[in-house]
Nanobody, 125 residues
């Protein structure tokens, strides 16, 4: 499985960006997918996750109401729509795939098997 993020960039506060994660593999439709981010520092932070059918999703409290995770299984893609961006959203954003097969959006990085290379999001205040 290969994951590739795109859509990052520099945006002013209260602006919007949409991140895209393109996945390889014919079994993408069975993957739970997640977005994480890492600001300068050691820890990667959970942002959002979605089950393989798209029927279940979880969000970090810090992004709830501003970010939306969605997926298109026909196109092997998962999206993160980010609205009302804040300076504290600045980070490298990673998508991740959990290939265990049970539909359960995962919220910890240790539950994911595959990771993309990340895309930088910078929000200027």
């Amino acid at each position: 499985v290969q994951l590739s993020e795109s859509g990052g960039g520099v945006v002013q506060a209260v602006g919007s960006l949409r991140l895209t994660c393109a996945a390889s593999g014919r079994t993408f439709r069975w993957f739970n997918m997640g977005w994480f981010r890492q600001a300068p520092g050691p820890e990667r932070e959970f942002v959002a996750a979605i089950g393989w059918s798209g029927g279940r999703s979880y969000y970090a409290d810090s992004v709830k109401g501003r970010f939306t995770i969605s997926r298109n299984n026909a196109e092997n893609t998962v999206y993160l729509q980010m609205n009302s961006l804040k300076a504290e959203d600045t980070a490298v954003y990673y998508c991740a795939a959990d290939t265990t097969g049970n539909e359960m959006p995962r919220v910890t990085e240790y539950e994911y098997d595959y990771w993309g290379q990340g895309t930088q999001v910078t929000v200027s205040s």
